[in-house]
């Protein structure tokens, strides 16, 4: 027996082992790893966003400060060209009228005074490799510090210069683009008119500089464009002279400055426009700042998983834990189940599940007292029982008593009391017929021997009327559903009423194909207190403290039958009468209807 027990309990135990605690422990891992990884992932999402800011701003403020010293040189450079227009020496050696007066030795000495001035500005700033002044009539002025010519070049800018009328023009003096001049056509101080141009070489290494100290990503660039998109120079050093690519084009339109990312993922910076209209475009690629973002991504998701693994080992020691007194309680339930009414659940806690335990041992001790009364009252009733059997009258023999007294009233002359005895006997034949449901058509039958025998009672105070069309006929209905409903209307409507009173009893059929049977008298009504009470299924007495049980019964018979939704509508106002719809299913098909 003791063995039987520990084998009951370890099954239970297993059976909770794999329901409840599993639940609470799959639930917890669950939420846990919801809870985490959404962390995880937000943690990645903000991770990644702060350095792409990062990169972009450190990118973005370094592009601008670069622009600026570029700016600024480019101006200083300008300035050269003003220096040089403004001098009184180069502006009488170009002078073509004054320099007709001077001698083979002046002009000479005019020559090499130009020649030293133009060498101390190269000497002096070390970006310039040579400056060089052409007058309209032919003469050169020119220094150089790499002996490299720029003739040609500047002769395809020639006629462009003069018409710019004094204003500097930038662009590439040799065909690598390895050279880039400023250039600007020389107005006469006295009467302003054009007499030469005065051109200042750089080298594009020389801008290059500006930016090749910066911290550029692997696969990134660096370009300085001008107004055409003409590459001016770039970080590597190539594709100098030639047209930006056309991804660019759509960032470089709006002007300004612009930070874009492109459909690749790859950021685009460019800077606003410089005192010579060039701009500095700075490439970052997607792949500089998203492969640290996926290092730090591989640390949170690792981290993640980490700590998943020693929550749901300690959710799982927690979910132990806690489900150690259900499965004592499930134990002892088990145990009582199996027929067991002297186990006791040994969980003490004030906690629900202390409640519980205690409650069942109530309930097991509850449950063996009532095994004993319920023992004795067995023994009552087969006592009770055997009495009533032998008690017990045949319903034949009354159906051949109520049988005889119709005969012999007949052959005494009183009609009346055979037709009484004789719609009696109809009766009580449909009641104690076997099978709970039977036709519309049938169960009308009993109605109107009811009504037969009640016109006896109340002679002309009542007026039955049944207007149901015979096409319900052949419906089946519950046996005796209507005839308790009449007997209300009657009792209760028609026997208070002074004068003399209609019960109505048809038929319809609603919209989604329930049968409708109503029952509607016009007697005294109710009084909305007593129809609350009756459509609350409880007992209500009416006249002479006749209660309204049938009612009750009806309405339980058919919620039993046919489920929710179905059974006893009641409409009534005090003084003007009483309507009942009984709402049934059709058709139906009973399993034991039989004919009366």
Known sequence: MEKSLTDRAGKAER???????????????????????????????????????????????????????????????????????????????????????LTYYEQYQLTQSIQDYLSSYALLRLEVQSLCIQSTSGEVYSYSKNRQPFQEMLEAHEEELYQLDGKVKWFISNPEGTMLSCARAINSLSDLSTIGIVTVNIAESYIRSFYSEMTLPAAGEVYIIDGDNTIISSYNGENLGSTIDEAFWEVLDGGGDTYTELDNGDTVYASDWMTNRWRLVMTIPASYYMSGVARIGVIIFLSAIIMAVIAAALVSMMAKHLTRPINELACAMTDFGNGDFNVRSTVNSSDEIGILSDTFNRMVEDMNNLCDRVYEQQILRQDAELKTLQMQINPHFLYNTLDTINWMSRAKGVDDVGEMAYALGCLLRHSLSRGDFTTLEHELNALEYYLKIQNYRYSDKLTAVIDIDPSFYNIDIPKLLIQPIVENAIVHGIEEKLDSGTVRIWAEMDGTRDVLIRVEDDGVGMSPETLQRILRNTQDTGYRGRPHIGVANVDKRIRMYYGEGYGLEIQSELGKGTRVTLRIKAPREPPDAEPM
Do not use: P, W
């Not at 992932?41 to 702060?50: S, V």
């Not at 990169?55 to 101006?75: G, H, K, L, P, Q």
């Open 15 to 101: 059976r909770l082992h794999h329901s409840f605690r599993l639940k609470i422990t799959l639930s917890f891992i669950i939420l846990l790893l919801v809870f985490m990884f959404a962390i995880a992932i937000e943690m990645y999402c903000y991770t990644r966003q702060a350095m792409v800011e990062k990169t972009r701003t450190y990118m973005r403020s370094a592009a601008e400060a670069c622009s600026v010293n570029i700016d600024s040189s480019i101006r200083e450079i300008e300035d050269v060209t003003l220096s040089i227009i403004g001098n009184a020496t180069i502006q009488a050696a170009l002078d073509s009228s004054a320099r007709d007066d």
